[in-house]
């Protein structure tokens, strides 16, 4: 997906992409209405939605500006902080407490961020601080999310997130306005099938497997926009980039199996 984010959002404007996800979004989640009906919009924490929709459009768009300008490989690799920084949100806002070896897990995950972007070795770009901030307020969305997911199901989460990003998002991708290219349509569409079903299948593997094995799985994505990186855009991400990477992964990765260990 991000691939394809990275391709139609250097013709587009971000914002136009972020629509377009989400409105398309709504168009793959028809089948779940159609065999449902209205019941995935019963929710009693509406307003909890509308504050994850406004988190999640700051971040959907500051990840889509910094993939149209950053690497691939690193820009996907800074994005796995966002549960670093979601567990430092969860200490201040839910009074989660943090032991020893989660510090030290976190650390060495912010390490891995500052081996990638190399501050003061080099200029930090404006696309990698895009999606470093992308990822600062996606961890506040995933705050929203745990809170939701205790009363909510993973397809009302979905549901609410396609439908009030459409809304929030419609505004301003009229003021950017161009309509898409039969090409860009088939991306905008590509990106709105898997970015959906992608988060909706993550949800609920993560709700009933062990985080030891999904949270691997969703860090093979790594590889593949590397490999992509490669082949479509001729990037060759320098052993920085995947030293910093591995060391975000492995943290990310901890972080996620200690969260699952103490549900």
Known sequence: MNASIRHVAQELEPMMVVFFRNFLGLIVLAPFFIRHGLVPLRTKRIG???????????????????????????????AFTAPLFAVLLAICFLGEKVGLR?????????????????????????????????????????????????????LTITAYMALLLA?????????????????????????AITGTLGQYTLVEALSGADAQVVMPLDFMRLLWTALLGFLLFQE?????????????VASATYVAVRERSKA
């Open 48 to 78: 909890l939605h509308w504050v994850r929709a406004g988190l999640n459009l700051f971040a959907m768009a500051a990840f889509y500006i910094g993939l149209s300008l950053t690497p691939l490989a690193e820009a996907t690799a800074l």
């Open 236 to 248: 060759v991400p320098d052993i920085f980039v995947f030293l910093g990477a591995a060391m975000v």
């Open 102 to 154: 989660r510090w030290t897990a976190i650390a060495i995950g912010f390490t891995g961020a500052l081996v990638i972007l190399r501050p003061g070795l080099e200029a930090v770009e404006v696309g990698a601080l895009a999606v470093l901030s992308s990822a600062i307020i996606w961890s506040g969305t995933l705050i929203v999310i745990k809170v939701l997911s205790r009363t909510d199901s993973s």
């Open 167 to 191: 809304v929030l998002s419609l505004p301003i991708a009229l003021f950017y306005w161009q309509t898409p290219s039969f090409a860009q349509f088939l991306l905008l569409t590509l990106i």
